[in-house]
């Protein structure tokens, strides 16, 4: 079974990507605006933008289901644009564009990420949603989703497409962004929020694990088809007790002030803020009943639970492993020498790999520090043809004989000096890996391994780990950058230099 997945980049679509991947169960195709590398595992295609009029045939091919997660979510301060008529474009014309064509391609199972703006923005306290409350969307965004809903169903009534409609509460989960990192962020920094009083509401929310997990049982289960779900952590939580648990997985003290929702209300009103007091101070209930019963699912993961791994990972990415304070300027002052000794070496390889191959630079898009793409540098040592793909995965006869002497005497990594130079990799460092390697990612991003430069050599090379075994390079890659100073530093750098270890090995 194939499974498309739109929004694959965002923060949900990017969950989904990677629980699919590493679960193996199913052949994956995800949709990009930029194509970054392909693989076997994973197909990636380009698409422009979802409107009305996108072009999804080679995406949609041999495709069996569809995961729907991109969406429009904001419309900027423009007084030139009415935002409901922005969110349609994108979030009405742009879904059922995709859903019809998911039909002319054969798709089976449209599986369409809403939000739980579509039944409303409140709700009195125990008086949950349920899936079959009446809808009542209030702001653009909230009835962009719901006239998507009402016209992907009625097209699931004129066709063979079976369409299931998910509506997650807030979302959360390690690297969320908005308002949720905002109050992690508050709270390390010890501020003093004023909404520690608010302890008379409940909210219910959904961690990205549970939502991605509901997802994978939609993609398959039979009675999933043309309903409408409501998903949650089912275990609802006030203002205040979200502060606690945030406090407790950052490790620090709640100094949340006590100041009764009432007064809060008022100061927002006051100042324009009303909404946002409401969101605080408000209580937002879903009952999931219906996918207990009709699916058979439950959450795996608890509200506090949750809540706390997120603001322990939120508190890793900022007080992460740092390199040494010598690192940067030792790279700045090696790489500059050593292109400037090497040139000799890097101008007669660049003319013999010109002879070689045509092509005799290696560039490629590799993941770098958080997670941010950048350009590496390499003397092509494969054939022009050679699919781009991680080494540990290419086959030996691609390499070229110019490429055998110089993979085997390290002079192929010489032009990533110039990543080095202008700070996008250290001397020193984990391997960078492609976007594609999903496993690899995830491993690392639990790690804490984006939080420092890549490298051109370090531990696990030295120590003979390459990426075909994800989980023990990034276990490796840890230890390497828990105990960097500065004679691990030299002394890596001077075994690579005597020949010790590899470098990005091809089976």
Not at 81 to 105: I, S
Not at 450 to 456: A, D, E, H, K
Request: aromatic share 6%.
């Amino acid at each position: 079974m194939r499974v498309l997945i739109t929004g694959a980049t965002g923060f949900v679509g990017s969950a989904i990507q990677q629980r699919i991947a590493a679960d193996g169960n199913y052949d994956l195709t995800i949709a990009v605006r930029n194509i970054n590398e392909q693989s076997e595992a994973v197909r990636i295609v380009k698409v422009d933008d979802l409107t009305a009029v996108t072009d999804w045939n080679y995406a949609l091919k041999d495709v069996d289901v569809v995961v729907h997660s991109a969406a429009r979510v904001h419309v900027m301060d423009d007084k030139s644009a009415d935002p409901l008529t922005e969110f349609r474009k994108v979030n009405v014309e742009g879904t059922l564009n995709l859903a019809r064509q998911a039909v002319e391609a054969g798709v089976k199972r449209f599986i369409f990420i809403s939000s739980i703006k579509v039944n409303g923005e409140s709700t009195e306290l125990g008086k949950p949603y349920t899936a079959n409350s009446k809808p009542n969307p209030i702001d653009p965004y909230g009835i962009s989703k719901y006239e998507a809903e009402q016209g992907l169903l009625k097209i699931a009534e004129t066709t063979s497409l079976e369409v299931v409609i998910i509506r997650p509460t807030l979302v959360y989960g390690e690297n969320v962004k908005g308002n949720f990192n905002s109050l992690m962020k508050w709270t390390y920094k010890g501020i003093p929020l004023p909404i520690g009083g608010i302890k008379h509401n409940l909210r219910s929310l959904v961690s990205v694990d549970n939502l991605v997990d509901f997802i994978i049982t939609c993609i398959e289960h039979t009675d999933a088809k043309n309903e409408v779900f409501l998903v949650s952590d089912d275990d609802d939580i006030s203002t205040a007790g979200l502060l606690e648990e945030i406090s407790q997985g950052l490790g620090v003290k709640n100094k949340a002030v006590n100041i009764p929702a009432k007064f809060i209300n008022t100061a927002a009103s006051a100042i324009g803020k009303s909404g946002v007091a409401q969101r605080l101070s408000g209580s937002l209930q879903v009952d999931i009943s219906k996918a207990k019963t009709l699916l058979g699912w439950r959450p795996k993961y608890s509200t506090s639970e949750s809540i706390r791994k997120t603001a322990r990972f939120y508190k890793s990415s900022v007080t992460g492993p740092k390199s040494m304070v010598l690192q940067r300027p030792l790279d700045i002052v090696f790489s500059a020498t050593g292109l400037v000794v090497a040139s000799p070496l890097l101008i007669g390889a660049a003319a013999i790999g010109y002879l070689d191959t045509g092509s005799p630079l290696f560039i490629q898009e590799r993941v770098g520090k958080d997670q941010k793409p950048f350009k590496l540098v390499k003397f092509r040592t494969m054939k022009v043809d050679t699919a781009s793909v991680a080494s540990h995965l290419a086959d030996n006869s691609s390499i070229t004989k110019l490429g055998k002497v110089l993979r085997k005497t390290k002079l192929d990594e010489l032009p990533q000096l110039i990543n080095v130079l202008k700070g996008e990799m250290s001397l020193v460092g984990p391997r960078p890996n492609l976007f594609n390697q999903n496993v690899l990612i995830e491993a690392r991003e639990e790690m804490g391994v984006y939080n420092v430069l890549p490298g051109i050599t370090g531990l696990a090379q030295l120590s003979g780990i390459d990426m075909s075994t994800p989980e023990r390079l990034a276990k490796k890659d840890k230890e390497m950058i828990d105990t960097i100073n500065l004679k691990n530093y030299f002394s890596y750098i001077l075994s690579t230099a005597l020949g010790k270890g590899s470098g990005d090995a091809v089976k």
